[in-house]
C-alpha cells in the first residue's frame, strides 16, 4: 500500500502530491466502504436481513462512519483503580494520572447513552491470578517490561489489605464512577490486548457484535493493542479520544504517546472520534425511536 500512496501523485492528471489529510481519507476509505452501500447496491436478500438493523453516522476521522447500533458494543479498557485512582499503581509509581481522571466524566456519559440505546458494554481488566501463573516465566518480556512490585501487597485507601495489579482486589476494582451494571460483561485480561487468551471475541461473536466504541486507558499500550487485534479480528473500531488517555511517564522519560496513537488509529486501524459526536448522535436515534 505504501508503494501506491506514493504513486497517487503520479498517476493523477495533474501529478500533484496528496496531502496528509487526503492520504488519510484514501486509506479510510477502502474501509468504511463496505459499511454505506450506495443506490442499488445491497440485494434483496441483504435488504431483508437490515429490516431491524438501525444505522447511525458518526462524525470522526478521516471520515465519518456508519455503524448499526444494534451490532455495537462499547469497550472500557482497564479503567481500574490501579491506573485512574489516588493509591493505584500509577499513582504510588509517582506517575500524573489527571489526565485517566479526565477521561472519566466522558466516559461515564458515554455509557449512559449507550446504555439507554440497547448498546452492550464490555469491561476489560489488567490483572493477574494471585499465584502470578499467567505473569509469564521470569524471564519472559510481560514480567521483565512490568514493574518490579505487580502482585506486592498495598492498602487500598479504605484500610483494606489488596495487591497490585492482582484479581479480585481493590486495586484492579473498576472506578467507582464507572462501575459496571447489571447486563455488562467484565473480562480479566493478562496481556495488553484484550484478544489475549480471553473470552473477548466469544462473547462480541455470540452478541453479533460488529462495531467496537473504545474507551479507557493507557492509549498507546493496552488501549493500541486491542484496537489492532480488533481490527485483525474484522471488527470496525470507533476511538473517542476525550474518553482515553496516556500519562507521561516521570524521571525525564518520553513523553506521551496519545496523539501518535490516535493518528495511527486514523491512518491505518479505525476511526476517531469525541464523545460529544458519539452521544449526540445516539440521543438523537433515541428520540427518532420513541
Same mark, same amino acid.
Given at each position: 500500500?505504501?508503494?501506491?500512496?506514493?504513486?497517487?501523485?503520479?498517476?493523477?492528471?495533474?501529478?500533484?502530491?496528496?496531502?496528509?489529510?487526503?492520504?488519510?481519507?484514501?486509506?479510510?476509505?477502502?474501509?468504511?466502504?463496505?459499511?454505506?452501500?450506495?443506490?442499488?447496491?445491497?440485494?434483496?436478500?441483504?435488504?431483508?436481513?437490515?429490516?431491524?438493523?438501525?444505522?447511525?453516522?458518526?462524525?470522526?476521522?478521516?471520515?465519518? @462512519?456508519?455503524?448499526?447500533?444494534?451490532?455495537?458494543?462499547?469497550?472500557?479498557?482497564?479503567?481500574?483503580?490501579?491506573?485512574?485512582?489516588?493509591?493505584?499503581?500509577?499513582?504510588?509509581?509517582? @506517575?500524573?494520572?489527571?489526565?485517566?481522571?479526565?477521561?472519566?466524566?466522558?466516559?461515564?456519559?458515554?455509557? @449512559?447513552?449507550?446504555?439507554?440505546?440497547?448498546?452492550?458494554?464490555?469491561?476489560?481488566?489488567?490483572?493477574?491470578?494471585?499465584?502470578?501463573?499467567?505473569?509469564?516465566?521470569?524471564?519472559?518480556?510481560?514480567?521483565?517490561?512490568?514493574?518490579?512490585?505487580?502482585? &506486592?501487597?498495598?492498602?487500598?485507601?479504605?484500610?483494606?489489605?489488596?495487591?497490585?495489579?492482582?484479581?479480585?482486589?481493590?486495586?484492579?476494582?473498576?472506578?467507582?464512577?464507572? &462501575?459496571?451494571?447489571?447486563?455488562?460483561?467484565?473480562?480479566?485480561?493478562?496481556?495488553?490486548?484484550?484478544?489475549?487468551?480471553?473470552?473477548?471475541?466469544?462473547?462480541?461473536?455470540?452478541?453479533? @457484535?460488529?462495531?467496537?466504541?473504545?474507551?479507557?486507558?493507557?492509549?498507546?499500550?493496552?488501549?493500541?493493542?486491542?484496537?489492532?487485534?480488533?481490527?485483525?479480528?474484522?471488527?470496525?473500531?470507533?476511538?473517542?479520544?476525550?474518553?482515553?488517555?496516556?500519562?507521561?511517564?516521570?524521571?525525564?522519560?518520553?513523553?506521551?504517546?496519545?496523539?501518535?496513537?490516535?493518528?495511527?488509529?486514523?491512518?491505518?486501524?479505525?476511526?476517531?472520534?469525541?464523545?460529544?459526536?458519539?452521544?449526540?448522535?445516539?440521543?438523537?436515534?433515541?428520540?427518532?425511536?420513541?
Amino acid at each position: 500500500m505504501a508503494r501506491d500512496i506514493q504513486d497517487i501523485g503520479k498517476e493523477t492528471p495533474e501529478g500533484r502530491n496528496f496531502s496528509r489529510r487526503e492520504v488519510l481519507g484514501l486509506i479510510g476509505a477502502t474501509a468504511a466502504a463496505s459499511l454505506v452501500a450506495g443506490p442499488g447496491e445491497e440485494s434483496a436478500s441483504a435488504q431483508a436481513q437490515n429490516t431491524n438493523s438501525r444505522m447511525v453516522k458518526i462524525d470522526a476521522k478521516p471520515e465519518a @462512519i456508519a455503524i448499526d447500533i444494534s451490532k455495537t458494543a462499547v469497550i472500557v479498557v482497564d479503567m481500574q483503580n490501579d491506573f485512574a485512582s489516588r493509591g493505584g499503581m500509577l499513582d504510588l509509581a509517582g @506517575i500524573d494520572i489527571s489526565g485517566i481522571r479526565k477521561a472519566i466524566v466522558p466516559i461515564a456519559k458515554a455509557l @449512559i447513552s449507550a446504555r439507554r440505546s440497547g448498546i452492550k458494554i464490555v469491561y476489560l481488566k489488567m490483572a493477574f491470578r494471585p499465584d502470578l501463573s499467567d505473569f509469564g516465566a521470569p524471564d519472559s518480556p510481560n514480567r521483565l517490561k512490568h514493574p518490579p512490585f505487580v502482585g &506486592k501487597s498495598t492498602h487500598a485507601p479504605d484500610g483494606r489489605e489488596s495487591r497490585i495489579l492482582i484479581r479480585d482486589t481493590w486495586n484492579t476494582d473498576i472506578v467507582d464512577e464507572l &462501575k459496571p451494571q447489571g447486563d455488562d460483561s467484565v473480562i480479566y485480561k493478562h496481556r495488553y490486548s484484550g484478544f489475549y487468551q480471553t473470552d473477548l471475541d466469544a462473547t462480541l461473536r455470540k452478541l453479533g @457484535i460488529q462495531y467496537l466504541i473504545i474507551a479507557g486507558c493507557t492509549t498507546s499500550v493496552c488501549v493500541e493493542s486491542t484496537v489492532r487485534d480488533a481490527m485483525f479480528r474484522d471488527y470496525s473500531c470507533l476511538l473517542l479520544e476525550d474518553c482515553m488517555s496516556q500519562p507521561t511517564p516521570p524521571h525525564g522519560l518520553p513523553g506521551t504517546n496519545h496523539d501518535a496513537s490516535l493518528v495511527l488509529a486514523e491512518a491505518a486501524f479505525a476511526w476517531v472520534s469525541k464523545s460529544e459526536q458519539f452521544v449526540t448522535v445516539l440521543q438523537a436515534q433515541q428520540v427518532a425511536s420513541a
